[in-house]
């Protein structure tokens, strides 16, 4: 079946380090792909969108995300976090383009930034 | 520019009552897509709209429902509400459908039936 998974429900990183979200779609065909940030009481904020046949996307706020068709998987980095970053993560994709705007959404990963 | 306006933001009701929730997209934005967040199902599609026209439902009862009108504008109705319909109600609207055009969110619709 087609979906979208997210490594990870929870990531705690410390203020300045690494920010790694993992996600990883199955699909027939490569999907169009999007990373949205949701913070408390709000709807979705896109991040970045997949362009095709681009590896490595940046998007908003120092986010950016590796593509890699060998591996299905399109990881959203940042190298350094900031306390700001605390959020929600998804990850989705548009796995049947013929489908109109039906995406389909990893479960999601809540990060927590330590001062 | 405008973004997604969605009213109410909260909405309280008792089980077996109906709901409408209302979505304004961007000006010139034609597509406007329904989905629904909950803790334990994450967030799961519901319907779109393209042109007034509905292009795709997901897996839900038939009491959810849906229409766009000719503004563009979208409203959904739950009818017989269940203490499982309590989520947050998102909408989305985009240029086209079935592009890597982003859909933009509104802030949600939170629904707490009791």
């Known amino acids: 079946a087609q979906s979208v998974t997210q490594l990870g429900s929870h990531v705690s990183v410390s203020e300045g380090a690494l920010v790694l979200l993992r996600c990883n779609y199955s699909s027939s065909v490569p999907p169009y792909l999007f990373w949205y940030v949701q913070y408390p009481n709000q709807g979705l904020q896109l991040l970045l969108k997949?362009?095709?046949?681009?590896?490595l996307v940046k998007g908003i706020n120092g986010f950016e995300a590796e593509f890699k068709k060998s591996e299905t998987s399109f990881h959203l980095t940042k190298p350094s976090a900031h306390m700001s970053d605390a959020a929600e993560y998804f990850c989705a994709g548009l796995l049947n383009k013929a489908a109109g705007n039906k995406l389909t959404f990893g479960g999601g990963t809540r990060v927590l930034v330590k001062p | 520019k405008a973004g997604v306006t969605q009213t109410p933001r909260y909405l309280i009701k008792t089980r077996g009552q109906q709901v409408t929730l209302s979505c304004s997209p961007i000006s010139g934005h034609r597509s406007v897509s329904w989905y629904q967040q909950t803790p334990g199902q994450g967030l799961q599609f519901l319907f779109e709209y393209f042109s007034e026209t509905q292009r795709n439902k997901g897996n839900f009862p038939g009491r959810f429902s849906g229409r766009q009108f000719s503004n563009s504008r979208s409203e959904m109705n739950v009818s017989t509400l269940e203490l499982g319909d309590s989520a947050l109600y998102l909408c989305a609207s985009s240029l086209v459908a079935g592009t890597n055009s982003p859909l933009h969110f509104g802030n949600g619709t939170r629904l707490t039936v009791t």
């Open positions: 997949y362009t095709t046949g681009a590896t």
